[in-house]
């Protein structure tokens, strides 16, 4: 399978929806409690400083997406949160990687200078190796941080990587 990670396209928010909202569903990964409608999906990702989605470039079906915005304002504008997902039965075949990588290039380009992830599950495995071996530092977990869909506090682990030099968005 063939991925292309591109900027997303209004006529994508179909396929982005579905993805999004099966994470949430899941309630183990992102800290939304609700699912988003078209009307609040537009909104929300049109929002962002950057979402990009990962296209199997044989069928041009959406296999996963990404948001990228500021983490904090004024003087710390410079440091940028990207949330992923990929959907479920396409997990562990590289996708997820492809995104973090180019979520990692855009917050560059678009003057970050860092990438932190504020609230990654303790459970998630799989997500907190990838981004190890990213080369992700992890910073220590917080008790209790996050609130699982089955009523139970785990740990959440925060994470930071350096994007570049590039300018922040105040300067």
Request: aromatic letters at 8%; hydrophobic letters at 40%; charged letters at 25%.
């Given at each position: 399978?063939?991925?292309?990670?591109?900027?997303?396209?209004?006529?994508?928010?179909?396929?982005?929806?579905?993805?999004?909202?099966?994470?949430?569903?899941?309630?183990?990964?992102?800290?939304?409690?609700?699912?988003?409608?078209?009307?609040?999906?537009?909104?929300?990702?049109?929002?962002?400083?950057?979402?990009?989605?990962?296209?199997?470039?044989?069928?041009?079906?959406?296999?996963?997406?990404?948001?990228?915005?500021?983490?904090?304002?004024?003087?710390?504008?410079?440091?940028?949160?990207?949330?992923?997902?990929?959907?479920?039965?396409?997990?562990?075949?590289?996708?997820?990687?492809?995104?973090?990588?180019?979520?990692?290039?855009?917050?560059?380009?678009?003057?970050?200078?860092?990438?932190?992830?504020?609230?990654?599950?303790?459970?998630?495995?799989?997500?907190?190796?990838?981004?190890?071996?990213?080369?992700?530092?992890?910073?220590?977990?917080?008790?209790?941080?996050?609130?699982?869909?089955?009523?139970?506090?785990?740990?959440?682990c925060l994470y930071y990587?350096?994007?570049?030099?590039?300018?922040s968005k105040q300067e």
């Amino acid at each position: 399978m063939a991925i292309k990670i591109r900027k997303y396209q209004a006529e994508d928010l179909p396929e982005m929806l579905a993805i999004w909202n099966e994470v949430v569903d899941e309630g183990r990964a992102f800290p939304h409690k609700e699912a988003l409608d078209m009307e609040s999906a537009s909104e929300f990702f049109a929002g962002q400083s950057h979402c990009g989605v990962a296209v199997d470039e044989a069928s041009g079906k959406i296999h996963g997406l990404y948001i990228l915005h500021p983490n904090n304002v004024g003087r710390c504008g410079h440091l940028s949160n990207a949330s992923y997902a990929v959907s479920k039965n396409l997990r562990n075949r590289g996708i997820g990687r492809l995104l973090v990588e180019d979520s990692l290039e855009i917050a560059g380009e678009l003057g970050f200078r860092i990438l932190q992830f504020n609230a990654v599950a303790k459970s998630n495995a799989a997500a907190r190796a990838l981004y190890e071996k990213l080369g992700f530092v992890p910073l220590g977990c917080v008790p209790g941080g996050f609130l699982r869909k089955d009523g139970v506090y785990e740990d959440i682990c925060l994470y930071y990587h350096p994007v570049g030099e590039g300018r922040s968005k105040q300067e």
